[in-house]
C-alpha cells in the first residue's frame, strides 16, 4: 500500500529528546524552545515567534489577542479546517464564511468587502496547500476597515508572497497574527504542534502572558520583574521541551525536507499537465511554492469518486480534503449563508496525492500511471 502521508524522522529526533530529558529541564520555554524560536525568528521575520501545542491553540491565542467578544463577527473562508473558525468561536463570534476563487480554495479576495459589516473585527486567511492569498488586496481591505488579518499557515511554512515591488515576506509574517501547525501531516513535525507568529509589536507582551497561563512568568525569567503572577485570561499553550527537542531535529533539516517534496511535486506536475481530464494547482505569480501538497481537481463528485477507487485497486491512498464549513452540521443552523459554490466544488472534486519525504520514484510513477491510464 503507498500511503497518503508518511511522517518522516531524520533520525536525530530522540537523541534530542535524550539530551532535554538528560538536562532535567522537560517543561516548556528551555533550551530547545528558544532555538526553535530563535530560528523561525531569524529565518523568516517574525517579530515573534511562540511554540504552542498545536495550531488551534496558535489560533485561539490569535482569538483572545484580537479581542473577540461576543456578537464579533470574524471572516473566514469556508473551504479549510474546523479550527481555522473553531478557535474563534470559542470566543463567541459569529462566523461569515467567505468563497474560495474558481481556480485556487483560497479566500476570494475580491469577495471580502461585501461581507464586512460594523461588527467585523478580523478575516482569518488559510494559505491553502501554502500557496499565498493576495495578501496586497487583502492588507489593503483590512487597513481600510480597521480589521486584524490572522495567517491561518498551518500549511504554509517556508513559503512566501511577493509583493508588487518585488519584495518577498514569508507567509505568517505578513498579517497581524499568524499560527502554524507542525502535525505529523505537515511538511515540518513534531506529531502535535504548533507555533503563534506575532507581527504588530503591540501584542507581543500580551501573547506571552496567554501562553504562561495568564501570567507574568516569562517577564519574571528574563529578570525584568521580580515577581510573577495572575495578570490576564489565558491557558497552557506552551510545549513541553520533549516536544521542541523533536521539532528542533526537524529544522535542522528543513531545507532537504523541502527539496525533496518540491522534486515530487514537479514531477506531477510535470508529468499529469497534459491530462485533459483533471485540472491541476494554480500557483499566482505573487505566490511561492512549499509543496505542502499536491492536489488534482476532478471533473465532478463522480470522477473523483471512481478514481479514488482505481487507486485503492492499485494499493494507493488518494484523499479527498475539506467539506465546506458553512453547511456543516455545527454551522448551518447558526447562520444562514447564501451559496458558496466553488468552496462545494473542492469539497466535491479536489483530490489529494501521496506526498512524503519517502515517497519513491517507481511509487510516484505508478501513482502517475493509474491517473494517466483512468
Ligand atoms: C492542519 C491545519 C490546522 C490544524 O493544525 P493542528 O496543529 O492540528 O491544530 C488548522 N488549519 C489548517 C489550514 C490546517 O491545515
Same mark, same amino acid.
Given at each position: 500500500?503507498?500511503p497518503?502521508?508518511?511522517?518522516?524522522?531524520?533520525?536525530?529526533?530522540?537523541k534530542?529528546?535524550?539530551?532535554?530529558?538528560?538536562?532535567?529541564?522537560?517543561?516548556?520555554?528551555?533550551?530547545?524552545?528558544?532555538?526553535?524560536?530563535?530560528?523561525f525568528e531569524? &529565518?523568516?521575520?517574525? !517579530?515573534?515567534?511562540?511554540?504552542?501545542?498545536?495550531?488551534?491553540? %496558535?489560533?485561539? /491565542?490569535?482569538? =483572545? +489577542?484580537?479581542?473577540?467578544n461576543?456578537?464579533?463577527?470574524?471572516?473566514?473562508?469556508?473551504?479549510?479546517?474546523v479550527?481555522?473558525?473553531?478557535?474563534f468561536?470559542?470566543?463567541?463570534?459569529n462566523?461569515?464564511?467567505?468563497?474560495?476563487?474558481?481556480d485556487?480554495?483560497?479566500?476570494?479576495?475580491?469577495?471580502?468587502?461585501?461581507?464586512? &459589516?460594523?461588527?467585523? !473585527?478580523?478575516?482569518?486567511?488559510?494559505h491553502?496547500?501554502?500557496? %499565498?492569498?493576495? /495578501?496586497?488586496? =487583502? +492588507?489593503e481591505?483590512?487597513?481600510?476597515?480597521?480589521?486584524?488579518?490572522?495567517e491561518?499557515?498551518?500549511?504554509?511554512?517556508d513559503?512566501?508572497?511577493?509583493?508588487?515591488d518585488?519584495?518577498?515576506?514569508?507567509?505568517?509574517s505578513i498579517?497581524?497574527?499568524?499560527?502554524?501547525?507542525?502535525?505529523?501531516?505537515k511538511?515540518?513535525i513534531?506529531?502535535?504542534g504548533?507555533?503563534l507568529?506575532?507581527?504588530?509589536?503591540?501584542?507581543?507582551?500580551?501573547?506571552?502572558?496567554?501562553?504562561?497561563?495568564?501570567?507574568?512568568r516569562s517577564?519574571?525569567?528574563?529578570?525584568?520583574?521580580?515577581?510573577?503572577?495572575?495578570?490576564?485570561?489565558?491557558?497552557?499553550?506552551?510545549?513541553s521541551?520533549?516536544?521542541?527537542a523533536?521539532?528542533?531535529?526537524?529544522?535542522?533539516?528543513?531545507?532537504?525536507?523541502?527539496?525533496?517534496?518540491?522534486k515530487?511535486?514537479?514531477?506531477?506536475?510535470?508529468?499529469?499537465?497534459?491530462?485533459?481530464?483533471?485540472?491541476l494547482?494554480?500557483?499566482?505569480?505573487?505566490?511561492?511554492n512549499?509543496?505542502?501538497?499536491?492536489?488534482?481537481?476532478?471533473?465532478?463528485?463522480?470522477?473523483?469518486?471512481?478514481?479514488?477507487?482505481k487507486?485503492?485497486?492499485?494499493?494507493?491512498?488518494?484523499?479527498?480534503?475539506?467539506?465546506s464549513?458553512?453547511?456543516s452540521?455545527f454551522?448551518?443552523?447558526?447562520?444562514?449563508?447564501?451559496?458558496?459554490?466553488?468552496?462545494?466544488?473542492?469539497?466535491?472534486?479536489?483530490?489529494?496525492?501521496?506526498?512524503?519525504?519517502?515517497?519513491?520514484?517507481?511509487?510516484?510513477?505508478?501513482?502517475?500511471?493509474?491517473?494517466?491510464?483512468?
Amino acid at each position: 500500500m503507498i500511503p497518503f502521508n508518511k511522517p518522516y524522522l531524520t533520525g536525530k529526533e530522540t537523541k534530542y529528546i535524550e539530551t532535554a530529558v538528560a538536562t532535567g529541564k522537560i517543561s516548556g520555554n528551555g533550551v530547545f524552545t528558544q532555538k526553535c524560536q530563535q530560528f523561525f525568528e531569524d &529565518t523568516y521575520g517574525f !517579530k515573534k515567534a511562540l511554540l504552542t501545542t498545536s495550531c488551534t491553540d %496558535a489560533l485561539e /491565542m490569535c482569538a =483572545i +489577542l484580537a479581542d473577540i467578544n461576543s456578537g464579533d463577527e470574524v471572516i473566514v473562508p469556508s473551504y479549510t479546517f474546523v479550527s481555522s473558525a473553531l478557535a474563534f468561536v470559542r470566543q463567541n463570534a459569529n462566523i461569515i464564511f467567505a468563497d474560495s476563487y474558481t481556480d485556487n480554495p483560497n479566500i476570494d479576495a475580491d469577495k471580502i468587502e461585501s461581507l464586512i &459589516t460594523d461588527k467585523t !473585527k478580523a478575516i482569518v486567511i488559510v494559505h491553502y496547500a501554502g500557496i %499565498a492569498c493576495d /495578501m496586497e488586496k =487583502i +492588507l489593503e481591505i483590512a487597513e481600510k476597515h480597521n480589521l486584524i488579518i490572522i495567517e491561518d499557515a498551518a500549511q504554509a511554512i517556508d513559503s512566501y508572497y511577493i509583493f508588487k515591488d518585488g519584495t518577498k515576506k514569508a507567509l505568517g509574517s505578513i498579517g497581524h497574527l499568524g499560527a502554524f501547525s507542525f502535525h505529523e501531516t505537515k511538511n515540518i513535525i513534531s506529531g502535535e504542534g504548533g507555533m503563534l507568529t506575532i507581527n504588530d509589536e503591540r501584542f507581543i507582551n500580551r501573547a506571552e502572558i496567554i501562553w504562561e497561563k495568564g501570567t507574568n512568568r516569562s517577564m519574571f525569567f528574563r529578570g525584568e520583574i521580580n515577581k510573577y503572577g495572575w495578570v490576564d485570561t489565558g491557558s497552557s499553550f506552551l510545549p513541553s521541551e520533549i516536544i521542541s527537542a523533536f521539532l528542533w531535529a526537524q529544522l535542522e533539516n528543513i531545507h532537504p525536507i523541502q527539496e525533496k517534496r518540491l522534486k515530487i511535486w514537479n514531477k506531477y506536475h510535470d508529468e499529469l499537465k497534459n491530462n485533459e481530464n483533471i485540472d491541476l494547482p494554480v500557483i499566482p505569480e505573487y505566490a511561492t511554492n512549499n509543496a505542502h501538497m499536491f492536489y488534482i481537481i476532478c471533473k465532478d463528485l463522480k470522477h473523483r469518486t471512481e478514481l479514488i477507487k482505481k487507486l485503492k485497486e492499485h494499493n494507493i491512498l488518494a484523499v479527498f480534503h475539506y467539506l465546506s464549513l458553512h453547511k456543516s452540521e455545527f454551522y448551518a443552523s447558526r447562520h444562514v449563508h447564501g451559496e458558496l459554490t466553488n468552496s462545494d466544488h473542492f469539497e466535491d472534486c479536489l483530490l489529494r496525492l501521496p506526498l512524503f519525504y519517502e515517497l519513491t520514484e517507481a511509487e510516484q510513477q505508478s501513482i502517475i500511471e493509474v491517473i494517466n491510464n483512468f
